[in-house]
């Protein structure tokens, strides 16, 4: 989401590069990172479920029976993206988006394509001042 944010010239941080994962922050702690940092808003990316398919192989086997095995594959993920200025909390943008998956689809491709359909709506949505080529 950082690298998608940052080619389309808007300065972005991921959290853990803010917030150490490795401790635990008070409210009052966050709001002063947040404040030191100046931050104009907070992108929050919320999972809001799963889709699954079921599929079942079946083959012969060594000894003329038949086997079968059943699997669920993910196919999809859904989440909730959220704008929110840190200064009053007001919540400014909200999109629930979803990302198909196929059967050899990597956490990254999907992550990725997850970035680009949030930035692009974000875009159409005049949230930033950039030119569309």
Same mark, same amino acid.
């Given at each position: ?48 479920? =799963?889709?699954?398919?079921? !599929?079942?192989?079946? /083959? @012969? $086997? ?6 079968? #095995?059943? &699997? ?33 689809? =990597?956490?990254?491709?999907? !992550?990725i394509?997850? /970035? @680009? $359909? ?6 159409? #949505?005049? &949230?930033?001042n950039?030119?569309?080529?």
């Amino acid at each position: 989401m950082v690298h998608e944010l940052k080619v389309n010239h808007v300065n972005a941080w991921r959290s853990i590069d803010i917030f150490s994962p490795l401790r635990e922050y008070s409210d009052s702690a966050i709001s002063a990172i947040i404040e030191k940092n100046n931050f104009e808003v907070i992108l929050t990316i919320k999972p809001n479920g =799963t889709s699954t398919t079921s !599929r079942t192989d079946v /083959s @012969e $086997n060594w000894y003329g029976g038949v086997s079968s #095995n059943s &699997y669920d594959d993910l196919s999809g993920i859904y989440t909730i993206i959220t704008l929110t200025t840190p200064k009053n909390g007001e919540k400014i943008y909200q999109a629930s988006t979803s990302t198909s998956l196929g059967k050899y689809t =990597t956490t990254l491709a999907a !992550r990725i394509s997850l /970035s @680009e $359909n949030t930035v692009e709506d974000l875009k159409e #949505n005049g &949230y930033f001042n950039i030119v569309k080529n």
